[in-house]
């Protein structure tokens, strides 16, 4: 799989985080939480990183990723009841936007659940 170390180690990171707060916080507790198990394991984060999106190549809407992990995965957190089809379609956006080909989408809901968005260059060449 691509960049599944990084991944693993994100997932590590994001049930290690999840086991100590549990359920109940605002997204950016566990935001917060996860940029420093990221950080403590190593990982190059940032925290808000902002995402143009070209249209014709004019930008016409700017994102903020919630953590961008070795500048090769996006993360994005979610603290619902469960994942749906819009966070999905938003991360997969947000790899359209930057060209980046690898996003996990993670849910500190009631149960912890994630979801990995595979956007090759090679797909993304054909759209």
Do not use: W
């Not at 014709?56 to 994942?83: C, H, P």
């Not at 359209?96 to 797909?123: D, W």
Request: hydrophobic share 40%; net charge negative.
């Amino acid at each position: 799989m691509l960049h599944s170390g990084v991944t693993d180690g994100i997932i590590k990171s994001f049930y290690k985080v999840y086991n100590c707060l549990g359920y109940g916080f605002l997204e950016k507790v566990y935001e917060n939480a996860l940029l420093f198990e990221l950080e403590n394991a190593g990982f190059q984060v940032l925290q808000q990183h902002p995402i143009q999106v070209l249209y014709e190549g004019q930008t016409v809407g700017e994102y903020f990723a919630d953590i961008l992990v070795n500048d090769l995965i996006i993360l994005e957190l979610k603290a619902s009841e469960q994942l749906r089809q819009e966070h999905v379609a938003q991360l997969t956006n947000y790899l359209k936007a930057t060209q980046k080909e690898v996003g996990l989408l993670l849910n500190f809901g009631p149960k912890p659940e994630f979801k990995r968005i595979v956007f090759t260059k090679s797909f993304q060449k054909s759209v």
